[in-house]
């Protein structure tokens, strides 16, 4: 009996070791680190590793007051132009101008702002001539008020967007657009960000290239790619649906933001809200995305809190907003410099962020959304 244990225990091993050591030597370019955590989530390990992620943040917290390190970043001005994708849809008929009517300010929740905070700049690569995307940083939070948030606006008359298939989220294989950008589009590539949770704990559906990985869900916050390359933010069945033309569809938890304002509720621990992982009063790294008056989506990265990063998409303008994926491992935002497919580089959003800046152009585990040139 002794022997046939140990043999059973060896092969137990045996077999752990080997599922470890092939999710940790996957070449999905993610920490070792990472890699671990999300063996042991994939191994029914979910529980224990929320607990252990609840405790650390719990205790390590950002202190009162103080101010940004540095103060407010300088944000790169636009460099060399992007060239009309392959792929991109029509461009669409406007009569705004950004180089006629730049995004107001953002007010800062801080007492008294910080030369240049709130203030948008134009960045990365021109499209048609004009910036596509602007950059700001605001502080979040009038009590943290070391912490900053950034922020790009990204003008969809002239951009289109895709969404990006992960290795893991979703998974599968066949994609058209699969788990990086490739270097055909570099030159037309002009922004791209993280998408949103595991999809066991979105709560809602995916729907992307006429293929259904999870059901869509009726009610739940959606950023919904529309067929002529537009992105919007919204509520499943209600501003967004079949009728509107999504052709694909990411789920998340439900608005955050809606009718330009912070939904009720999102000052309170609601784990079944807002992730089972953390909550929402954590101070964690967290992002949104929102969708102004006028079209043009807004994308929030920081250490934020749910009622902060609401706050701060509603003070850019969002009229409706939704969280997307929470943690420093997965939150990460570029704008692309260059003048052509060579050169093409990605500027982190913050310094701060840890994926490097060539994060979507190698192949990574989670689904992301990428804007290109009309």
Do not use: C
């Amino acid at each position: 009996m002794r022997r046939t244990a140990g043999v059973l225990l060896v092969g137990v091993l045996l077999v752990v070791g080997w599922s470890l050591g092939r999710a940790l030597t996957r070449d999905t370019n993610d920490p070792v680190g990472t890699k671990f955590v999300e063996w042991v989530r994939d191994h029914g390990g979910g529980g224990v590793v929320n607990h252990v992620e609840s405790w650390w943040y719990s205790h390590h917290q950002p202190r009162t007051g103080g101010r940004p390190r540095g103060g407010i970043p300088a944000v790169a001005a636009p460099t060399g132009r992007a060239t009309r994708s392959a792929a991109a849809h029509p461009a669409v008929t406007t009569t705004t101008d950004p180089r006629d009517r730049p995004p107001p300010p953002v007010p800062t929740a801080a007492a008294t702002p910080i030369d240049g905070e709130g203030a948008w700049r134009p960045t990365g690569k021109l499209v048609h001539g004009l910036p596509a995307v602007y950059q700001t940083f605001v502080r979040p939070d009038a009590v943290h008020t070391s912490l900053l948030a950034g922020l790009i606006r990204l003008d969809q008359h002239l951009l289109t967007a895709r969404l990006y298939n992960g290795i893991d989220v979703p998974g599968g294989t066949g994609w058209r657009y699969g788990n990086h950008v490739d270097p055909a589009d570099d030159a037309a590539l002009v922004a791209a960000f993280n998408g949103a949770f595991r999809l066991d704990a979105s709560r809602g559906g995916y729907v992307t290239e006429g293929r259904t990985v999870r059901p869509l869900v009726p009610g739940r916050a959606s950023l919904a790619i529309l067929s002529d390359g537009t992105a919007t933010v919204g509520v499943w069945g209600r501003d967004v649906g079949p009728a509107s033309g999504a052709v694909s569809v990411r789920q998340n938890l439900d608005l955050i933001v809606d009718g330009g304002r912070p939904v009720p509720g999102l000052d309170r621990n609601d784990t079944s809200r807002w992730g089972a992982t953390l909550g929402g009063q954590v101070f964690v790294w967290r992002s949104g995305v929102g969708v102004d008056a006028t079209g043009n989506l807004i994308y929030v990265a920081g250490q934020l809190d749910i009622a902060s990063l609401a706050d701060v998409l509603a003070r850019a303008g969002a009229v409706r907003g939704m969280e997307l994926d929470i943690n420093s491992e997965w939150v990460s935002a570029y704008v692309y410099a260059g003048t052509g497919a060579a050169d093409t580089t990605g500027q982190k959003l913050l310094g701060s962020i840890q994926r490097p800046a060539d994060r979507y152009l190698v192949p990574g585990s989670r689904d992301f959304v990428a804007f290109f040139a009309r």
